[in-house]
């Protein structure tokens, strides 16, 4: 029998998003954590194994991921009790949750904020897939998960949660018509010019306003393991450089940065919001692994009023002047098919609200008086 989309169109909040595993269409593989249906998104969780492989692939209209690692697989890791996934590598690692979904939704991933904070690479893959990160409407099958530690080696076990994915209703109804009307009665942006072509543009911030402390961090290449689910558990200044000078900043092709936006921004309940993909006309550089923001980042209703857009920078081939004030991003806004229950901040993880330039949940705070 074929499924039939009959909600609104639009992102799906989390009272949807657990209908569908309620009736099926979501299979978690085993019981939920409790907080793993976020406001807009849901946490997708690494299976047993993890394989590693030759090279990043796509499996192509024609086969399965399952068929394609049979000739790219070069050892497995059993995450079961917890492995190193070391820098360097591909991993694909089968996912705990599969997908039947209605005809008429989709699905698209990203990183986890803590994820891309890490420079952990790790994108989504879905059987015939042509796209990362993509999910076709009324896909039926497993997830897989690709896994690339960057910078620092990774300890990572069966349920931790590296990607989340996001489901829509009907077609994409991002548009800057949506954003204007947005930041006319809600004021998307705290500061600054608004700039809206494409999406709502976020700016850096190199100006050093704040003489006590740094204005970004860069990470410490052969630093030491980090356990992707243990908080609070390394001492920043270990695994990261601050950054002291004021103006601009010279990217370094090998190295990971983290970096702030100058506007704090706002998600209103209504809607969420994602970083569209980089565009090569802005610079030399990619920013943002982890691209989604729940309704209620950043806004009075999650007590989240002047959260910061907290960018993971790299530089592609070569150096790169970054200064301050340039257009570093730009955000979508998409309306939600319902108002959730609860916006990020109102006690779910939400890890990030109100941040200024901070580093991944997995540091202590950075102490500026050590330096």
């Keep these: 029998m074929t499924r039939t989309l009959t909600t609104p169109q639009g992102i799906l909040p989390a009272r949807l998003i657990a209908d569908y595993c309620s009736k099926g269409l979501i299979n978690p593989g085993r019981p939920l954590d409790d907080d793993q249906i976020q406001p807009a998104s849901l946490d997708l969780r690494l299976g047993e194994w993890a394989y590693r492989v030759r090279a990043s692939f796509l499996p192509g209209p024609k086969s399965t991921v399952e068929q394609r690692l049979q000739s790219l697989v070069l050892h497995r890791v059993n995450l079961s009790e917890g492995a190193v996934l070391e820098t360097g590598c591909v991993y694909i690692v089968p996912l705990l949750e599969s997908l039947k979904l209605p005809k008429g939704v989709s699905a698209a991933a990203n990183p986890k904020s803590s ?30 998960a690709e896994i690339s530690p960057r910078t620092f080696s990774i300890l990572a076990r069966t349920g931790s949660r590296l990607s989340q994915i996001r489901f829509r209703a009907g077609a994409s109804l991002a548009s800057d018509d949506i954003i204007r009307a947005l930041h006319a009665n809600e004021g998307l942006i705290s500061q600054g010019q608004v700039n809206i072509d494409n999406g709502l543009a976020l700016t850096i911030d190199l100006s050093g306003a704040d003489a006590d402390n740094p204005v970004g961090f860069r990470a410490k290449r052969h630093s030491g393991l980090v356990d992707v689910d243990k908080k609070a558990g390394l001492e920043a200044s270990d695994f990261w450089e601050p950054i002291w000078q004021r103006g601009f900043l010279v990217l370094d092709p090998d190295q990971f940065y983290i970096l702030a936006s100058k506007e704090a921004v706002r998600v209103p309940p209504t809607h969420a919001a994602e970083m569209v993909p980089f565009n090569p006309l802005v610079g030399e550089f990619r920013v943002h692994y982890a691209g989604f923001f729940d309704p209620g980042f ?74």
């Design 115 to 144: 994820t891309g904070r890490l420079d952990i690479f790790t994108r989504v893959i879905a059987d015939y897939a042509q796209e990362f990160d993509k999910v076709p409407e009324a896909y039926e099958g497993p997830l897989f």
């Design 298 to 371: 950043g806004h009075s209703s999650g007590h989240g009023e002047g959260a910061r857009a907290v960018l993971e920078v790299r530089s592609h081939e070569v150096p790169f002047i970054l200064e301050d004030g340039q257009i570093i991003g730009r955000l979508v806004y998409e309306p939600l098919t319902e108002v959730p229950s609860q916006v990020y901040g109102q006690g779910i993880g939400s890890n990030y609200q109100k941040q200024g330039l901070k580093l991944s949940k997995h540091f202590r705070p950075y102490d500026p008086s050590k330096r």
